[in-house]
């Protein structure tokens, strides 16, 4: 049995062992089908390059072009992304931000992008991501979003392996304010237990939560807002990839960005594979008469041959005469390129981009759209329904930590309102530079502000730069403007 095919089973068997669980001890049962949780096993082995098609037996190999497409969605996603806050919780909520959130945001949204949706769960001081491997939907709500979930946090200490469970989910509780009215209350409850076993395929008997790396958290907390007026959502954000569903249409899952490109993925590993082969295979061979191979001062019957390059094949002439033959392989790679290409065309449209966005060239490797002409409206369009549930994902973690900030007095009470700003996807920095040039010639843009921004020149280098060429012009009779 090969490793992945091993590694597989153990996946699945923790799997079914997590849904077996949850439903013995919370008494509910995981919403997710078997056909979805396939599907994401296989989008994220294709990500990490375990693709089902790999045979290097056959010579069929994997250059990650999933992982490849994910990265560079994730980078158009936070081009120049910034998040500002107003409002009287505006310092915490911003340094909140660009500790927990801003430096881990590029890596996460690539995750996403390869599994289709990724969790990110404040924790009071921080925030952590969840793959849909580590959670277990128990319920939804009338608009097909998240109402109840389980998540799953493992480690192992020596020779234990410790599991942790945390289900999340909102109840209507009756309060009696002492004047035998009672009022409905929304609560928030979550719920922690924990195992250890002595196998890493097995849950392991309950234990107390003191005696694991959660001791600080209770087995049961209920929230609520001070004013007893409810949450308002989940206590985590969801990022999910804005296509359909089509594989399970009633699940709150999304779907890998590449999901409807697998067999193109599949195609464009062999056609490379096979471009691969052949560049390696291309030397010239050279086809020669034993006879002339043989050590200097031995018989010609004696069987003693020289050490040869690879290129040399020894080979038993006819006859008397002495044979030697130069055989050139030459290489299709106009025909070998088109046909990459194509792959990566049909890939990048089934993704969202534009096509011709991704292209093979044989001097300079993958270029993107940077460097080949493309249409840009799609590729923009994709960016942005991206960022747009990005941004609905952020909202939700932020709202999650303020509410984790009045009921741990991390901050003063307050309000904040969090703004968004993304970078232009279509920017290209030698046409703002000639742009800003020749507005610096009209004298409508300072000099000192070009100096600094496209020739990276520091502020006080600009300005000495300015002095001493207005002192020249001036010394040759010339007025300088340098505004």
Known sequence: ?????????????????????????????????????????????????????????????????????CSETARLTNLALGITFDGSRKDYMTEWCERAIMPNLRRWVEYGCASGTIIIKPNGVGADFVTPDRFEIVGKDGNGLIAGIIFEDRYRENDKYYTKQEYHRFFDAKVNYGDGDYKSVKYYQISNRAYVSSNSGELGKEIELSQTKWNTLLPDVSITTKNEVGLNGMMFGVLRMPAANDIDVDSPLGMAIYSDAMEELKDLDIAYSRYSEEVKDS?????????????????????????????????????????????????????????????????????????????????????????????????????????????????????????????????????????????????????????????????????????????????????????????????????????
Not at 26 to 55: C, H, L, R
Not at 289 to 309: A, I, S, T, Y
Not at 342 to 354: D, E, F
């Open 1 to 69: 049995m090969g490793i992945i095919q091993t590694l597989g089973m153990w996946k699945e068997r923790i799997m079914r062992m997590f849904k077996g669980n949850i439903k013995n001890e919370f008494g509910v049962t995981g919403i997710t089908s078997n056909a979805m949780e396939d599907a994401i096993t296989n989008w994220m082995d294709v990500y990490q390059g375990k693709a089902p098609w790999v045979d290097h037996t056959k010579g069929i190999k994997t250059i990650k072009f999933a992982k490849a497409v």
């Open 283 to 483: 030397r010239a061979l050279e086809l020669i008469d034993r006879r002339l191979v043989r050590e200097p001062g031995h018989k010609v019957n004696e069987e003693v041959e020289l050490d040869l390059p690879k290129h040399f094949i020894p080979v038993s002439g006819e006859g008397d005469q002495e044979f030697y033959q130069a055989v050139e392989r030459p290489l299709k790679v106009d025909e070998r390129i088109k046909g990459i290409n194509a792959q990566l065309s049909y890939i990048g449209y089934k993704c969202g981009y534009s096509n011709g966005y991704f292209a093979f060239d044989q001097k300079t490797g993958m270029v993107t759209a940077t460097q080949v002409e493309s249409d840009d409206r799609r590729t923009i369009q994709l960016i942005k329904d991206i960022r747009d549930a990005l941004q609905v994902c952020l909202d939700q973690v932020f709202y999650a930590q303020s509410v984790f900030a009045d009921l741990y007095n991390l901050a003063p009470v307050g309000n904040y309102t969090a703004n968004y700003a993304f970078g232009d996807i279509t920017y290209n920095f030698e046409e703002d530079k000639v742009h800003h040039y020749n507005l610096a010639v009209r004298g409508i843009y300072p000099w000192e502000e070009y100096y600094v921004k496209f020739l990276k020149y520091s502020r006080e280098e600009a300005r000495a730069l300015i002095e001493q060429a207005k002192s020249e012009n001036q010394a040759d009779g010339i007025e300088y403007d340098e505004e």
